[in-house]
């Protein structure tokens, strides 16, 4: 999937869209925007030469059943006065939102991994869900949306820098969604899935 040509802003002007080129994948991480890559042609959202890349490739890792596909809410670079990434303006993430959205209906995901507040709040209003926190203990809840479950997670560079001792509990609290959505090895956690209309 490509979106060059999107003149809905002007961050296509810092560079073009930057998209994972796969086009169906059972899982979908959702970051807030682009980072500066050498190759556009060959650069993918949340690569594994990141630290947020390489925690998600360790959640991957021993899921080889699945297929995955990373992206961002924001599809270009947003950079401030002096060239340096900045977060994204909410007009910028209205402006590519609707691009996300088609990316999401053409791959059909079954699950859709929202990273931090930031993506979450922004696209679970969306939906009509309102969230105020994360749970630190990892037990993720989610929303099902149009048969597409909605989980709002820690983003990997917070658990990176300021909770890395429980990386391994984050990896298995995401782990345990996918397997709990999947119905593979599933344990009791009741009235976790919350139908939004």
Request: aromatic content about 10%.
């Amino acid at each position: 999937m490509s979106f060059e040509g999107c003149k809905k802003c002007s961050l296509c002007n810092n560079q073009s869209p930057l998209v994972d080129k796969r086009v169906s994948a059972d899982i979908m991480w959702v970051g807030l925007s682009a980072k500066k890559v050498e190759d556009i042609g060959t650069a993918i959202p949340l690569s594994n030469d990141t630290n947020s890349g390489k925690l998600i490739d360790n959640i991957e890792s021993g899921l080889d059943e699945f297929r995955f596909i990373k992206a961002n809410l924001v599809k270009c670079l947003p950079l401030d006065e002096h060239s340096k990434l900045r977060y994204p303006t909410t007009n910028e993430m209205k402006a590519c939102y609707s691009n996300l959205k088609q990316e999401i209906n053409k791959v059909k995901p079954k699950i859709v991994f929202l990273l931090g507040m930031k993506v979450s709040k922004f696209i679970l209003k969306d939906i009509e869900v309102t969230i105020t926190g994360l749970d630190k203990k990892y037990d993720y809840a989610y929303f099902r949306h149009k048969d597409i479950y909605y989980v709002s997670i820690h983003h990997p560079s917070y658990i990176h820098i300021y909770r890395r001792k429980q990386i391994d509990q984050y990896i298995f609290g995401v782990q345990s969604i996918i397997n709990e959505v999947f119905n593979i090895n599933l344990t009791t956690k009741k009235d976790r899935d919350m139908e939004i209309a």
